[in-house]
C-alpha cells in the first residue's frame, strides 16, 4: 500500500529548541517535544560528561536511558566556559524560539543566557527553567536531583510499611513528572506567545514532587 501524502504535519514542525538540560527531567521534556515534530538542538560539553551513560560509544551496555531520553535530537558540543562557547550559544539562540535547561538557578545566568539576556537575542523567545527550588529566594542556587525533591516534598516519607522506615520510590517520580508538566509548560507557552509575544517558563522541579505527592496520597 503506498504512503498517503496527504498524512497531518506533527504540530511542532517548524519550531527549533536549544536544549541546555541533562540527566532526565529535562532531557525528557525536551524529548516530547521533539517527538512532535520540532527540531530539538541538545547542547553537550567534554568538560561535563552526562552521569547518564557518559563516555561511550553507541554499541555499549546502559545507555539506553540516555539514547530514550534524547531520540529524535540533533546535538553540538559546545564549551561555555570559553567567549567563542557563549558566542555560538547566543548565534543559535537567535534561530531559536525555545530555550531548555534544567540547572540550578546560577548557571544559566552565569553564561549571561538567563531570560533577560536572551531575550535581548530575540524578543520572542521562550524560555523553560526547571531548576530544583526555582530562579529565586534562598535555596535557588542548590543542585537537586528527583530523589531530592522526593525526599523535600515528603513523597518518600508517605512509602513502605508503617511498621518500618521510609523505603521511598524505586524510581525517580519527580523526573518523570517534571519532564512531563515541563513539556506541557512550554507547548502553552507557545500558544501565549502566538497571542501576547514574549514568554519565560519559570517550572520550579519541586512542584512536580509537589504534584506526586498530592496525585497519590491528597493534600
Not at 521510609?166 to 509548560?185: L, R
Request: proline share 5%; glycine share 12%; with cysteine.
Amino acid at each position: 500500500m503506498p504512503v498517503s501524502s496527504d498524512v497531518p504535519q506533527l504540530a511542532l514542525k517548524g519550531i527549533r529548541v536549544l536544549d541546555f538540560t541533562w540527566i532526565h527531567a529535562g532531557p525528557s521534556a525536551t524529548r516530547i517535544l521533539a517527538d512532535q515534530g520540532a527540531q530539538v538542538i541538545k547542547v553537550e560539553s567534554n568538560q561535563a560528561l552526562s552521569v547518564v551513560g557518559g563516555p561511550a560509544s553507541n554499541t555499549a551496555r546502559g545507555l539506553g536511558q540516555r539514547h530514550n531520553w534524547n531520540a529524535g535530537k540533533s546535538s553540538i558540543s559546545l564549551n561555555m566556559k570559553t567567549d567563542a562557547g557563549k558566542e555560538l550559544a547566543r548565534r543559535l539562540v537567535s534561530v531559536s524560539d525555545v530555550v531548555a535547561e534544567n540547572f540550578s538557578g546560577r548557571v544559566m545566568p552565569s553564561w549571561g543566557m538567563d531570560f533577560e539576556s536572551i531575550a535581548k537575542i530575540r524578543p520572542d523567545i521562550i524560555m523553560l527553567s526547571m531548576s530544583g527550588f526555582g530562579r529565586t529566594g534562598p535555596w535557588k542556587d542548590r543542585v537537586s536531583y528527583g530523589q531530592t525533591l522526593q525526599a523535600w516534598s515528603g513523597f518518600t516519607d508517605l512509602t513502605g510499611f508503617p511498621e518500618f522506615k521510609p523505603s521511598g520510590p524505586a524510581s525517580a517520580y519527580s523526573d518523570a513528572v517534571g519532564g512531563m508538566t515541563g513539556a506541557q509548560a512550554v507547548l502553552l507557552a507557545l500558544i501565549q506567545r502566538a497571542q501576547t509575544g514574549a514568554w519565560a517558563v519559570d517550572r520550579c522541579f519541586s512542584d512536580g514532587s509537589n504534584v506526586v505527592t498530592i496525585g497519590a496520597f491528597g493534600s
